[in-house]
């Protein structure tokens, strides 16, 4: 059985940072995109930056670029999302997924998802 796991998500202040983290387990060994997205209530899954481990391609949208860093570690299957220079604007849940189709951040591309964890920032 295929799990994501995400970890490391809080309440910040602007202009401060977090790591999350996102330990996969049980993939089949060609879902090597793992990407971070996400999500406020009532709103559209957004696609926020992706890694291919097989590879080392990544993507972000536009609006991390500069903040946002993606990295892995293989040996303990994890992928994490430094975020840095934080915005109110970036207060979502934030999940990980899988997918085996390259480093795209269209959501209906992955196939296993996490629970999410809750990112708040805020003055």
């Known amino acids: 059985q295929s799990h994501l796991v995400e970890s490391g998500g809080g309440s910040v202040q602007p202009g401060g940072s977090l790591r999350l983290s996102c330990v996969t387990s049980g993939l089949p060994s060609y879902y090597t995109v793992i990407g971070w997205f996400r999500q406020a209530p009532g709103m559209a899954r957004e696609g926020v930056s992706c890694?291919?481990?097989?590879?080392?391609?990544?993507s972000y949208a536009d609006s991390v670029k500069g903040r946002f860093t993606i990295s892995r570690d293989n040996a303990k299957n994890t992928v994490y999302l430094q975020m840095d220079s934080l915005k109110p604007e970036d207060t979502d849940v934030y999940y990980c997924?899988?997918?085996?189709?390259?480093?795209?951040?269209?959501?209906?591309?992955?196939?296993?998802w996490g629970q999410g964890t809750q990112v708040t920032v805020s003055s």
């Open positions: 997924a899988a997918s085996r189709h390259g480093a795209s951040l269209r959501a209906t591309l992955y196939a296993y």
């Open positions: 890694v291919d481990r097989s590879d080392d391609v990544t």
